[in-house]
């Protein structure tokens, strides 16, 4: 099931909210587990049973880890972590990496959030959740079940076991969801059709304009279909009295790749940072560790988006520029103007983005070189026309994505306004799910 889709807009969110507003707050948990379990099974009714799996396996694991840890038994705390890691990522590699099988929606994140479960009880940073529902909501929560962001259980731990729901929250949480509704469906979707456009073309058929327009297009699609998405789960569950981390803040105004992956994907950087890097090491023993234990995040973060070659090149493209920064490059852009950090992020960050959206490493390959004059022309009629129809969009998605106009955001006339164009949009449109679904 969709968010943008009318099944959920008109049928399942207002029918899940009314029964959830009306059982006593002790029946909430289960209320949540039970509509996300029925979220899920609408379009994953076989791969149910792996998600049930993973929240009864690591359920029980944090109760033997509490167990362990309150009776001293060290040896058996680190058996059950290793056990709870080694199953979880073994079932995540032989899913997401064999091709043995179709990849269960989802799997990336709610994998790693009952990991970041197990490691943070056996760190004793957090109490083992007794209650099955409540666990099964924090594991299956459908807001954001699916594209995240990925919540560490201490973050709504308090939540889970009591969680106000008031006006406020709900109406902050119902403009949250239109904006991010209107993202996904009147920008991202929009915007998208020019990276098929470029993508449907023959390489001899591409100018260097051509080319950029494509990979800008495809990296602004990006932006607006995952950050949508993540405004809707964050809208959805304030909805629900819980409230999640941002997981993206406006990464296109960063004036360096180092700033850039702080603003965006947040929660999946932090739990990088947090469950690798920093038990590596991080940066406390020296530079040529703290660039061993880079290039290893930044591998594992290529690895997790998908088994290609080009999201592995992708991931050590952007390690090595991070990596760059911290030995030099950031000082020397800190000592000039900003719109000089802001032309090298996006010249950077786009032929990234063109790498990462291709169909394999050679035609990512393919596709930078087009655009770092490989084509046989620098523009053609082609890209003029391109221009000439999409480039007021383009515009309004390069204006929206450095958060010029965020204050427009917080009037309810621009939500009233998002929810109603998006809708006459997803009338007469087909299935359209989210570009993360796939990772």
């Known amino acids: 099931m969709v968010f943008s889709s009318l099944l959920f807009i008109f049928r399942f969110l207002p029918a899940f909210l009314l029964v959830y507003v009306l059982v006593p707050e002790r029946h909430r948990n289960l209320v949540l587990f039970l509509g996300s379990l029925v979220f899920y099974a609408w379009g994953e009714p076989v791969y149910i049973c792996l998600m049930l799996f993973s929240a009864f396996f690591d359920y029980g694991n944090g109760l033997m880890l509490e167990y362990a840890g309150r009776n001293e038994k060290a040896g058996l705390a680190r058996m059950v972590l290793m056990g709870s890691i080694l199953v979880n990522l073994s079932l995540l590699a032989a899913f997401k990496y064999s091709g043995l099988w179709p990849l269960p929606v989802g799997i990336s994140f709610y994998t790693f959030q009952t990991m970041s479960y197990t490691i943070d009880v056996y760190r004793g940073e957090v109490s ?84 950029w327009l494509g990979s800008t297009a495809y990296a602004l699609q990006l932006y607006f279909d995952f950050s949508g998405y993540s405004d809707m789960a964050i809208g959805m569950a304030q909805m629900l009295g819980f409230h999640l981390q941002e997981n993206f803040q406006y990464p296109y105004r960063s004036k360096s790749i180092t700033e850039f992956w702080r603003r965006w994907h947040i929660s999946l950087g932090q739990w990088f940072r947090e469950y690798v890097y920093i038990p590596l090491g991080g940066n406390r023993k020296g530079l040529l560790l703290q660039i061993r234990n880079i290039l290893i995040v930044w591998t594992l973060t290529g690895i997790w988006h998908g088994k290609g070659w080009n999201f592995l090149v992708w991931g050590l493209y952007f390690g090595i520029l991070l990596i760059l920064e911290k030995c030099f490059w950031l000082k020397c852009l800190e000592a000039q103007p900003p719109f000089c950090g802001h032309i090298y992020t996006m010249a950077a960050v786009i032929p990234g983005m063109a790498v990462f959206a291709s169909e394999d490493l050679q035609a990512g390959i393919r596709l930078v070189m087009l655009m770092f004059g490989g084509a046989p022309r620098l523009w053609d009629a082609g890209a003029v026309w391109l221009l000439s129809n999409y480039g007021l969009l383009l515009a309004v998605c390069l204006f929206a994505s450095f958060g010029t106009a965020k204050r427009l955001a917080r009037y309810p006339v621009i939500w009233v306004l998002s929810f109603f164009l998006s809708v006459a949009y997803i009338v007469d449109a087909s299935y359209n799910p989210f570009l993360y679904f796939r990772f």
């Open 128 to 211: 083992a959740q007794r209650s099955l529902p409540a666990f099964g909501a924090y594991v299956s929560m459908f807001p954001q079940l699916i594209a995240g962001p990925i919540v560490k259980y201490k973050e709504v731990a308090v939540e889970l076991e009591q969680r106000l729901l008031n006006m406020k929250d709900g109406y902050r949480g119902i403009g949250r969801f239109c904006t991010g509704l209107g993202k996904k469906v009147l920008l991202a979707n929009q915007i998208g059709l020019l990276w098929e456009a470029v993508q449907g073309m023959p390489d001899e058929k591409i100018s260097v304009l051509t080319a």
